[in-house]
């Protein structure tokens, strides 16, 4: 589906070559999933970002109607549609970044493990698809659950022999941008002046903010450590009970994903000094897979920080994460190989 349905794909390739020849700044990024709740509203961020010159807009209903919508944006990025699975690897080819929020979101009274049984087998068919059509592209994987959907990716990865451990990233932005909203509320600061690193997974106790390295410096009272502690765990838990059904955080969540897609952005581009949380193979604990500050650069994840010095209060919250964070690792791996 080229955006204009008048105009064939090959004028729509020129186009994007003269922009390309031109000089401008320009990345190719697919999401999968473009469709959804979090989809539709990360495309359309995602039309808006001017390091973005081709946005292609894979689902397996509606992303014609999506593209349609998108591309009526007076923006600098190409869109275009694919439709099904017959259409994958269309959608990926030639991607230097591909973002996937496909599956199916929590309802009240679920955990983000109940989502495993149908979200492994999507996350694994995408996964395929992109070992074989832009094995060097760099994945943000959304779909939760995110501590066994990413182990899950680089089993596919590994069995494909395409496998970059630096590339594959499961994105816990939302779990900062939740941590500094209400770490600026509790301190009443402006909350783009806030910093708060988190670690560990993306579900409930694995989500560990470290509020002792809170930007700017600053201290908290038991009661507020244990209060923004348990908020920021439970943030999503928040959005799926207001929602009574209908889903799960979708807008902060495109807004987070976007923000990280950025940030990747800037480090394929070559800034320096890009750092962000996320979820990846690490060897900051005995676990392989760990979310903390990274370093994006040319090559993805260039490099994963130590944690840093923490209180007593988040040492205890670091073993209950890893212990949970070791099983949904397991269950990602044995997934693939059983
Ligand atoms: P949604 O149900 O609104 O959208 C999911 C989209 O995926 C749908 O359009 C569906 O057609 C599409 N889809 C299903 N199977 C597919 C396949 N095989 N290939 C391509 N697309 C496929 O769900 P929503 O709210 O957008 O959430 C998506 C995922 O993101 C869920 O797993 C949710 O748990 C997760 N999530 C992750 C967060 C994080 O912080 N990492 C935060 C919030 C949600």
Avoid at 78 to 102: C, H, K, N, W, Y
Avoid at 120 to 145: D, F, H, M, Q, Y
Avoid at 171 to 198: I, K, M
Wanted: hydrophobic content about 40%.
């Amino acid at each position: 589906y080229p955006s204009n349905p008048q105009m064939g794909e090959g004028s729509m390739l020129e186009r994007t070559n003269c922009r390309a020849k031109g000089g401008a700044a320009g990345f190719k990024v697919a999401i999968l999933g473009a469709a959804g709740g979090i989809g539709q509203p990360l495309a359309m961020l995602m039309k808006m970002n001017p390091l973005v010159s081709v946005l292609h807009l894979y689902d397996v209903v509606n992303s014609p109607g999506v593209t349609a919508d998108i591309s009526h944006m007076d923006t600098g990025a190409v869109v275009r549609g694919f439709l099904g699975q017959s259409e994958l690897e269309g959608a990926l080819t030639g991607m230097d970044l591909v973002i996937i929020p496909a599956g199916i979101p929590r309802k009240p009274g679920m955990t983000r493990d109940d989502l495993f049984k149908i979200n492994a087998g999507i996350v694994r068919t995408l996964c395929e698809g992109i070992a074989k059509c832009c094995p060097n592209a760099i994945v943000n994987l959304i779909s939760n659950p995110v501590n066994s959907t990413v182990p899950i990716a680089a089993e596919v990865f590994k069995k494909a022999g395409t496998y970059d451990p630096k590339k594959l990233l499961g994105v816990t932005s939302l779990d900062v941008v939740r941590a500094n909203t209400f770490v600026a509320e509790v301190l009443g600061l402006d909350p783009r002046e806030v910093e708060v690193p988190v670690v560990g997974g993306h579900a409930g106790v694995t989500i560990l903010p470290l509020l002792s390295q809170v930007k700017p410096p600053c201290s908290f009272t038991q009661e507020e450590t244990e209060y923004l502690t348990k908020r920021i765990q439970d943030g999503g838990t928040e959005v799926v009970e207001a929602k009574k059904g209908a889903g799960s955080a979708t807008l902060s969540m495109a807004y987070a994903a976007v923000k990280f897609a950025d940030v990747c952005l800037k480090g394929l581009r070559g800034d320096a000094g890009v750092v962000a949380c996320a979820f990846v193979a690490s060897q900051v604990t005995e676990l392989p897979f760990f979310a903390s500050k990274v370093r994006l650069g040319r090559m993805g994840a260039e490099e994963v920080y130590q944690l840093g010095p923490l209180n007593e209060y988040e040492r205890i919250g670091l073993q209950k994460a890893k212990k949970e964070l070791a099983e949904s690792i397991q269950k990602g791996i044995s997934f693939i190989r059983n």
